[in-house]
């Protein structure tokens, strides 16, 4: 299975401000009225700093893209904000990008554009200086898959990330949606899956237990998707204050 690296130091800005992407498109302009693109789904591609993307935006317009190491498989960190849509443009001012292999949150805007069904690219910058690029498709193969329990119910074998470091993990997910697991370190954490009506990914909310947790009583809440083929599951999520999150990835038993 996929596996999380340590090996970035940075988030998705780490290289300098080389960029093939200028500017953003106009909307649609159909006689005055603008037709906002349609942003939900599942995106997969790649940023000019050799990283791959596996993106999910939901039924909000909240965007979780997770991202690899430069030249590297596997995942190193995810960011996550809310885009708003105007026609054919999207913008976010408060995207925070979780750099598990550097240990940090970055805070970061994004401007791009969206094409319904098929693309979405833009511009992720972090400071004036500090820029990346990230060019991503509508993955038809992903969205045809639709969120039941029934799909996603099993027990997992993997890894859990926070900014405080990464370790082995499982986690087991009832018929009904109830979440258990455990990390090496004894940290447990419940809570709860739930589909998300004619979509391919679930809402997922979970809360840690006490000592050894790090984020000890601590909810996060965020998105997950599950890929039959590979039997892998993709869970991220962030607490209230934005300061902290989780990153969990597991193969099927």
Not at 141 to 169: C, D, F, H, P, R
């Amino acid at each position: 299975g996929i596996s999380i690296l340590g090996l970035a130091r940075t988030g998705w800005g780490g290289g300098g401000s080389d960029s093939s992407y200028n500017g953003v498109e106009g909307g649609n302009n159909n006689g005055g009225s603008t037709v906002n693109a349609e942003a939900i789904g599942l995106y997969t591609g790649n940023t000019n700093q050799g990283q791959s993307v596996i993106g999910l935006v939901d039924k909000n317009n909240k965007f979780w893209f997770l991202y690899s190491p430069p030249y590297l498989n596997g995942v190193t960190g995810f960011i996550t904000g809310s885009l708003t849509v105007s026609g054919n443009t999207v913008k976010a001012t408060n995207g925070k990008d979780f750099n598990f292999g550097g240990s940090s949150v970055y805070s970061a805007t994004l401007n791009g554009t969206i094409d319904t069904k098929k693309s979405l690219k833009g511009i992720i910058e972090y400071t004036p200086s500090n820029k990346v690029s990230f060019d991503t498709v509508y993955d038809v193969t992903m969205n045809k898959a639709v969120a039941n329990l029934a799909t996603i119910a099993g027990t997992y074998n993997g890894e859990s990330a926070l900014l405080q470091g990464v370790e082995g993990a499982n986690l087991t997910i009832s018929n009904t949606g109830v979440v258990s697991g455990k990390g090496q370190s004894g940290c447990a954490f419940a809570g709860k899956v739930t589909t998300e009506n004619n979509a391919p990914y679930y809402n997922i909310n979970l809360v840690f237990g006490y000592s050894p947790c790090y984020m000890a009583g601590q909810e996060v809440k965020g998105v997950s998707y599950y890929d039959s083929a590979e039997k892998t599951l993709y869970a991220v999520a962030e607490n209230s204050s934005r300061q902290n999150a989780v990153l969990f990835l597991g193969s099927k038993l």
